[in-house]
């Protein structure tokens, strides 16, 4: 099992700037690829940024790319998202999820963790 809890939601302004934090606990944290996902009411979670085990891989979706980046310390356990030049269509709830490999599949992710909501107003 791995548990996963998320930190650095809040409320920002258009063209803000926050950095999501994800600690990972339980098994190995370097064995597993990592994913954020976010969820905006109503609709459907999408995948937002990967990073594979080693962090020598990332992919993004096509919204946030140039805005987001997604990094991880494998020594700390932690994934990070930073997120640049906030829209308010980045509203949502973001999760931090954890899988074998690099995928922007929720299906292929093995761990969740509860969420943590970013509200951007303009």
């Known amino acids: 099992q791995v548990q996963l809890v998320e930190s650095g939601g809040g409320l920002v302004q258009a063209g803000g700037s926050l950095r999501l934090s994800c600690a990972a606990s339980?098994?190995?944290?370097?064995?597993?690829?990592m994913g954020w996902f976010r969820q905006e009411p109503g609709k459907e979670r999408e995948f937002v940024a990967g990073?594979?085990?080693?962090?020598?891989?990332?992919n993004y979706t096509d919204s946030v790319k140039g805005r987001f980046t997604i990094s991880r310390h494998n020594a700390k356990s932690t994934v990070y998202l930073q997120m640049n030049s906030l829209k308010p269509e980045d509203t949502a709830v973001y999760y931090c999820?954890?899988?074998?490999?690099?995928?922007?599949?929720?299906?292929?992710?093995?761990?969740w963790g509860k969420g943590t909501l970013v509200t951007v107003s303009s």
């Open positions: 339980g098994r190995t944290f370097s064995r597993y690829a």
């Open positions: 990073i594979s085990w080693s962090g020598d891989f990332t």
């Open positions: 999820a954890a899988g074998v490999g690099l995928t922007t599949s929720e299906s292929g992710m093995d761990y």
